[in-house]
């Protein structure tokens, strides 16, 4: 799907330069969205020439393709490696809990929330990176938390018919009171740690109440 | 705080020829977003010159708060009427449903999902439509939610301690999966009629098998 990642040119370029450009240009996108963003400006933060970003880049649209899936898998990668470590686990509130809270500090930062509105902004000209955005973001996490939550009431720690629906439960009542008051109240909404803490804890409470071991 | 939305200019001006803007600013809006929309494209589509567009809103951006504002606000309205209607019911469950699906029929229309992307795009640029959006929007249903579950547990009808946080697990249950779907992946995941009537039924089972009665 995403064949758009592969437009980068990169023979006989420095790799230096390649991250000197990506970097400038994560920071001007978040900044100033896609039709605000000047590869003028990406070329002199990067301190190269304009050619050498286009030598990097083919165009504008390609740079910030690679942007966003670059900090969207970096992100998804992030919250699995949390996501077996603990599984095999008795205690399964401490186990939803230490899930919930990784998947809340990796994504609830101000560089990923202003990702997702820059995506959710450009849908109409960008659907194929929102939908990478959803299937590597909430739709990944939910399957996995599915086949997990399966495993966990085969072994009777959790009480439910279907993985899949509970998985959305739980995605939900963890994620999107934060996530969705980021997106409209800015970066100084994002919730501090202990904050985080509090509401993963509240988030299991409620999910076992519901799907607990009866 | 939305003292800017004071700033349409109307005296000796057409009703008529006001509305024709609005409704021609709210198709460009929606589709063009803000840096996209063209003020030369609004008066040749509301069929009125670009000075008489104006008159009538004193700039681009005055423009783009009228829409913003009057589209949430009508929304909110919509959602409130149902609110109190059912709230003295004994069947807990067939209320929540039914303002549950009031909710998700009101919220997941194209125009309304459209709004909120172009909102969340422009919260570097306009934070006050972002937060005006929350407050009339979710922020405003939690609390009547909040006042409603209070009574209801009161009455033994839900069993619970805190109203607020009961309200935001409702609330994100309704609403968070088909919103943030919405947001990533467009109009044509909007959900069908049959299927917001079933995800509603199953946000209330969910619901009440944490905060139902014992």
Do not use: C
Not at 15 to 37: C, M, N, S, W
Not at 60 to 68: G, Q, Y
Not at 102 to 114: D, E, K, S
Not at 137 to 161: I, N, W, Y
């Amino acid at each position: 799907m995403m064949a758009t990642t592969t437009t980068s040119i990169a023979p006989r370029t420095s790799p230096r330069k390649h991250q000197a450009i990506l970097d400038a240009a994560e920071l001007v996108f978040l900044r100033d969205g896609y039709l605000g963003t000047s590869m003028d400006e990406v070329a002199t933060r990067s301190r190269v020439s304009k050619q050498t970003v286009y030598k990097h880049f083919a165009s504008k649209e390609a740079l910030f393709v690679e942007i966003v899936t670059s900090m969207t898998s970096r992100a998804a990668d992030a919250v699995d490696v949390n996501m077996w470590a603990e599984a095999a686990a008795d205690d399964v509130r401490t186990y939803l809990r230490d899930y919930a809270l990784t998947q809340l500090t990796v994504v609830l930062t101000p560089r990923l929330m202003q990702l997702r509105r820059l995506v959710i902004g450009e849908v109409a000209r960008f659907p194929e990176l929102a939908r990478a955005l959803y299937e590597r973001g909430p739709k990944h996490a939910m399957s996995q938390l599915a086949a997990t939550f399966e495993q966990l009431a085969e072994r009777r720690l959790l009480t439910l018919d279907d993985p899949a629906l509970a998985a959305s439960h739980f995605n939900w009542l963890v994620m999107a009171e934060p996530v969705n008051r980021a997106m409209l109240l800015g970066d100084d909404s994002i919730p501090s740690g202990p904050e985080l803490s509090r509401h993963a804890e509240q988030s299991v409470a409620v999910f076992l109440m519901a799907y607990g071991a009866h």
